[in-house]
């Protein structure tokens, strides 16, 4: 259970246009939250509100150097979704081969 509520927690947080877009900045590198408030045109309240939910999920570390809050991709939730998404591509690629031999069987070719 507690997977499959982790899973709901990235997805919820993936949903967002505007958390994709940190995430897009996060993968070159850290950033702070003042950083990643200018470049997506908000204000830090709507950045953190949506670092949190980023957090929350597991897909962004934070940490301090002295007063900046700067933020991370955490790779190994990444890695988790990732093998998720995996699992469900190789189940639909059978499945996919299965209708094609029983459209070719069925002379629909």
């Excluded at 958390?19 to 897009?24: G, K, N």
């Excluded at 850290?30 to 670092?51: E, F, H, Q, V, Y």
């Excluded at 591509?89 to 070719?104: N, P, Q, V």
Aim: aromatic share 8%.
């Amino acid at each position: 259970m507690e997977n499959e509520d982790h899973l709901d927690a990235v997805f919820m947080a993936l949903a967002d246009q505007r958390r994709r877009a940190m995430l897009a900045e996060l993968a070159a590198g850290p950033r702070s939250i003042g950083d990643l408030a200018k470049i997506g045109g908000w204000r830090m309240s709507a950045a953190s509100k949506n670092i949190a939910v980023l957090e929350t999920a597991g897909l962004v570390l934070k940490s301090r150097q002295g007063r900046e809050v700067y933020c991370h991709m955490n790779f190994d939730a990444w890695r988790a979704v990732a093998s998720y998404i995996a699992l469900h591509a190789k189940f639909w690629a059978g499945r996919l081969d299965e209708l094609e031999t029983y459209i070719k069987e069925a002379g629909g070719e």
